[in-house]
């Protein structure tokens, strides 16, 4: 669950981002049927043939609110029998500061593929992630 972090007497930036977030979805809801945010979250196929998936996603994500990924996860935790089913084989990161799949102000990547590696070899799940940020001059 993510907290409310709206307050009217002094707006934060994460606030805002939180406040366009929701005020974005609702619109492409109504213009849209629904249809922008409609997404199937029952990864049974998935699940049943093993798979391991990572999710991750920047909080300062300009192009995709990064609460339809947490949403997302939210969903397939429901569809899929809870958290304690779920985290066999599916993950979320959200990433502090980290714009759109990179870059931004937080950390700019993370080794996805070796975490999947080391979980799918090795059968050790991340609970973590390694980042690395890009200082630009």
């Known amino acids: 669950m993510i907290g409310d972090l709206h307050d009217i007497r002094d707006p934060s930036p994460a606030a805002r981002l939180q406040e366009t977030c929701r ?3 609702a ?3 109504e213009v849209d049927a629904d249809k922008i945010t409609r997404i199937d979250a029952n ?3 998935f699940m049943q043939r093993d798979g391991k998936l990572i999710l991750y996603h920047g909080w300062s994500d300009p192009l995709v609110p990064p609460l339809h990924t947490v949403n997302y996860y939210n969903n397939a935790l429901t569809e899929m029998g809870g958290e304690a089913q779920t ?3 599916l993950r979320l990161f959200m990433v502090p500061g980290m714009a ?3 870059g931004g102000q937080g950390p700019n990547t993370f080794d996805a593929v070796s975490a999947i590696e080391r979980w799918v070899e090795h059968g050790e799940p991340p609970d973590s992630t390694s980042t690395a940020s890009r200082k630009s001059c």
């Open 23 to 25: 005020t974005e979805i």
């Open 27 to 29: 619109r492409a809801d």
């Open 43 to 45: 990864l049974s196929p």
């Open 87 to 89: 985290s066999r084989w």
């Open 100 to 102: 759109h799949c990179r």
